[in-house]
């Protein structure tokens, strides 16, 4: 079977035809623990600490612009008109989607104010780039100097601060695809099995950055909504592939039921695991890639086995760190034929324009 000319969307199509050999590896388990709702914050934004888009705008104008056309920030407003937002919320026993914590997680940005959590935007720049309050004058501020007379020395030491106050800056590959797949596949086996949310989205971490959230207006100068260069692409796609196996792992681990969540995240981790081995081959100089598939195959796709797959997860995650410290895509040129191109973009990037 060849997998590289398959869209990620066809594959899935393709695994959902293996559901019944899926099914029969999982139902092997059967013993159905508590599950709660209070799982992980799908995003690790810490309310207390945002400060809101608008904060950001003051300075990126342009940047806000072009996330002011993204599905991110429409939702604030149209998801909760939805009705499929309201047969959901029905089965779930939500009455207020924007004051229940299991929606607020994912499709808003959260303040806390006046002691209350009020949901004040979509998902915003803090949602991708971390609560600001602790970092926002660190970044931004020339290490007390200006941008011509600070030395490059103060400029690491100056982000370096920054990504430690829990900035997340577009170079840490890891992070940022971590925080995407945070929401983008769901953590709550109830949402899914019990509310009929979807289990996820059909996720590429090129396709799904370079389209209509794409907006490198900022080190342009406002000149150009600039692409993300080859090597980069390279790095985007392979770390989204482990993200990708590595949440699925994490998901089958937690879930407690032979029901749609589990067999969507098993097949999720299938196609994750079978897009790698292609990568490996493709990039045999890169041997930490067939590293994560063989980790991928060390726990069985089944219920109850949380350890084991937790452990394959985290073998996946600090190969995936190492991965970024080591690579910067310039020797992955094999790779390219295996990432989607520009005609498979989510949405359309906006051009860069003259706003000051
Ligand atoms: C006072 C103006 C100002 C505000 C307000 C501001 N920024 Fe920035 N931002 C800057 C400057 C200046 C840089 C460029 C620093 C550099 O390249 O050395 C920057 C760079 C960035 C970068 C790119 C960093 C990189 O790795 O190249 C990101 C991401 C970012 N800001 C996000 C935000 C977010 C999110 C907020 C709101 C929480 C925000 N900024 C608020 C001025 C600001
Ligand atoms: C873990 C994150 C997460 C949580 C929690 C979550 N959502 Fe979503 N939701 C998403 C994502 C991601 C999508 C987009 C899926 C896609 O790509 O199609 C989505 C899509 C939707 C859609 C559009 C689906 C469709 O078929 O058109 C609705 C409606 C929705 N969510 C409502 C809700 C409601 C109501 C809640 C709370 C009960 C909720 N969501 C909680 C992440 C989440
Ligand atoms: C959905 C997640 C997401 C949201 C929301 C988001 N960003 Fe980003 N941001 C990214 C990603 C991803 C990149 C790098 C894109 C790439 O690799 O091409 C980036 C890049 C940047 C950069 C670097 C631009 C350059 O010229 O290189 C800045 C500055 C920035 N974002 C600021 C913001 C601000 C301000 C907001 C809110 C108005 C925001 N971001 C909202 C994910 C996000
Ligand atoms: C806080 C949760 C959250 C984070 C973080 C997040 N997203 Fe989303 N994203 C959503 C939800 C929810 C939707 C669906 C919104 C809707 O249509 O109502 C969505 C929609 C999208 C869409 C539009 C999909 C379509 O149907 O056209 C793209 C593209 C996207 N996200 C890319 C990204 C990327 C890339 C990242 C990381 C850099 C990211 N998202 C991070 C929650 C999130």
């Not at 941008?147 to 982000?159: G, I, N, Q, W, Y």
């Not at 996720?203 to 406002?222: A, C, I, M, P, Y």
């Not at 991928?296 to 949380?306: D, I, T, V």
């Amino acid at each position: 079977m060849s997998i590289p000319g398959r869209s990620t969307h066809e594959l899935r199509r393709f695994a959902s035809a293996r559901w019944i050999a899926l099914g029969s590896i999982l139902g092997l388990g059967g013993l159905v623990t508590a599950f709660s709702l209070t799982a992980s914050g799908a995003s690790g934004t810490d309310p207390s600490r945002v400060l809101g888009p608008n904060a950001c705008a003051e300075c990126h104008k342009q940047e806000a612009e072009a996330w002011k056309a993204t599905h991110h920030f429409k939702t604030f407003r149209e998801m909760p008109r939805r009705p499929k937002a309201n047969e959901i919320a029905e089965k779930m026993g939500v009455s207020r989607i924007r004051s229940e914590g299991v929606c607020l997680t994912c499709h808003y940005t959260v303040q806390d104010k006046d002691n209350q959590k009020q949901p004040i935007a979509g998902i915003s720049c803090e949602s991708c780039h971390g609560a600001g309050e602790s970092w926002i004058k660190i970044h931004s501020g020339y290490s007390g100097k200006t941008e011509k007379s600070e030395t490059k020395a103060e400029k690491d030491a100056r982000f370096k601060l920054a990504a430690s106050k829990g900035m997340i800056r577009p170079s840490s590959i890891y992070h940022l695809a971590k925080n995407c797949y945070g929401c983008h596949v769901v953590p709550q086996e109830d949402l899914v099995n019990k509310g009929g949310h979807p289990a996820g989205s059909d996720f590429e971490l090129v396709s799904w950055t370079q389209g209509e959230v794409r907006h490198n207006t900022w080190h342009s100068k406002g000149k150009q909504n600039v692409p993300a260069s080859a090597p980069r692409r390279r790095m985007l796609y392979l770390v989204g592939l482990g993200v990708e196996l590595e949440t699925g792992l994490r998901a089958i681990g937690r879930a407690t039921a032979r029901k749609l969540y589990a067999f969507e995240m098993a097949s999720r981790v299938d196609i994750a695991r079978r897009q790698l081995a292609v990568a490996a081959k493709a990039a045999p100089n890169v041997p930490e890639i067939g590293k994560l598939v063989e980790f991928a195959h060390s726990a069985g796709l089944r219920l109850n086995n949380e350890a084991s797959l937790t452990a394959a997860a985290d073998g996946v995650a600090k190969l995936l760190v190492s991965i970024t410290e080591k690579y910067d895509g310039a020797t992955m040129a094999g790779l390219d034929a295996l990432i989607p191109g520009p005609d498979k973009t989510k949405g359309k990037a906006r051009e860069a324009s003259a706003v000051d």
